[in-house]
T-cell receptor, first 108, second 113 residues
Framework: GQQVMQIPQYQHVQEGEDFTTYCNSS?????IQWYKQRPGGHPVFLIQ?????EVKKQKRLTFQFGEAKKNSSLHITATQTTDVGTYFC????????FGTGTRLKVLA | EAQVTQNPRYLITVTGKKLTVTCSQN?????MSWYRQDPGLGLRQIYY???????DKGDVPEGYKVSRKEKRNFPLILESPSPNQTSLYFC????????????FGPGTRLTVL
């Protein structure tokens, strides 16, 4: 069935380093969303990508949607301790699966 | 303030004792959903509802029931809880469907002894 695979599952970075997480689908997606869940918190919507090749930025975060609308990435420049959390990328057409996400730890 | 509320936030219960976790949203959203989150398994969908009186199974519906009699409320019912239902539960809602931004409640941590 329709599913988006996310890698890596875990990532530890030193504060100030860059970080990227990738989401890949075997089928074309209508859109893809990104959420962040802080430790002890609930998932919070970050952004939605709809167009092929779309790139959106939110301060140090850059989101990309692939040309074929089958993959997406989230890149964080110069990570800070406030970036700690799990990032999810549910994407699809009729069913949106959150999966395990990527857990990011930032070492100060 | 636009929000999704869940009650209770924490619950410890025993096997077989029926319980209900309530979920309410004040944004007039059509779509509501229940998820459970377990270490290593991520967020998995239990049930969802596209509108009043319209509900459907998610990926892990066994042992759960839901109802959607009013647009704002979407309770999750565990008729006979078992220890494998110990988990963190989230309710979420959105306009139209899951293809739009989902707003999550604060979560309910359930322990079944």
């Amino acid at each position: 069935g329709q599913q988006v695979m996310q890698i890596p599952q875990y990532q530890h970075v030193q504060e100030g380093e860059d970080f990227t997480t990738y989401c890949n689908s075997s089928t074309t997606l209508s859109n893809i969303q990104w959420y962040k869940q802080r430790p002890g918190g609930h998932p919070v919507f970050l952004i939605q990508l709809v167009k092929s090749g779309e790139v959106k930025k939110q301060k140090r975060l850059t989101f990309q949607f692939g040309e074929a609308k089958k993959n997406s990435s989230l890149h964080i420049t110069a990570t800070q301790t406030t970036d700690v959390g799990t990032y999810f990328c549910p994407g699809g057409t009729y069913k949106y699966i959150f999966g395990t996400g990527t857990r990011l730890k930032v070492l100060a | 303030e636009a929000q999704v509320t869940q009650n209770p936030r924490y619950l410890i219960t025993v096997t077989g004792k029926k319980l209900t976790v309530t979920c309410s949203q004040n944004m007039n959203h059509e779509y509501m959903s229940w998820y459970r989150q377990d270490p290593g398994l991520g967020l998995r969908q239990i049930y969802y509802s596209m509108n009043v009186e319209v509900t459907d199974k998610g990926d892990v519906p066994e042992g759960y029931k839901v109802s959607r009699k009013e647009k704002r409320n979407f309770p999750l019912i565990l008729e006979s809880p078992s220890p494998n239902q110990t988990s963190l539960y989230f309710c979420a809602s959105s306009f139209g469907g899951p293809y739009n931004e989902q707003f999550f409640g604060p979560g309910t941590r359930l322990t079944v002894l």
